[in-house]
């Protein structure tokens, strides 16, 4: 066989052979969804958001005792400073979860969208702290900031 047959051989098998393995990873994909999606698991999962200041970022990190003296503030005191979406997430149940959180926030007009690393199940709290890009607009100045959250995607192990 002479090396035309052989490169026409070979490039025949690696043409052939492309779209088979496009497909597999959109099954894989299909295949993961149907296996790890799960909804249900929400209800192990508690969520507490709050938008801060820089300032108070590191108040959000403490213990959970220290926590309950922690107090949010009105959009009239974080005026003209650097905004922060500050998620903790607590696992109740004993699976690992992965996800997409939709974070809608009053006065701020795109949901933030908040791609969750896996939390095992030993690692039972999960923090992310997220700057906003967007001041919030038509607001009651005395209200404090309220964060609403859907999961858009929930993968469970």
């Not at 299909?30 to 909804?39: G, H, P, V």
């Not at 997409?100 to 933030?112: A, F, P, S, V």
Request: one cysteine or more.
């Amino acid at each position: 066989m002479d090396k035309k047959a052989i490169y026409l051989l070979i490039g025949f098998f690696c043409f052939a052979c492309f779209p088979v393995a496009l497909s597999a990873d959109e099954k894989g994909d299909i295949a993961m969804e149907d296996i790890f999606l799960n909804f249900d698991y929400q209800k192990n999962i508690v969520i507490n958001s709050y938008v801060v200041s820089e300032e108070d970022i590191a108040d959000l990190f403490k213990e959970s005792s220290e926590l309950s003296n922690f107090k949010p503030k009105t959009f009239s005191e974080l005026q003209d400073k650097e905004l922060f979406l500050v998620l903790k997430l607590s696992n109740k149940a004993n699976s690992a979860f992965w996800g997409m959180l939709n974070c809608k926030i009053d006065g701020i007009i795109r949901d933030t969208k908040v791609y969750l690393n896996l939390c095992g199940a030993h690692q039972k709290t999960g923090r992310y702290v997220i700057p906003l890009k967007e001041k919030p607009v038509n607001i009651d100045e005395q209200s404090i900031p309220n964060v609403s959250t859907s999961w858009e995607k929930l993968y469970v192990k």
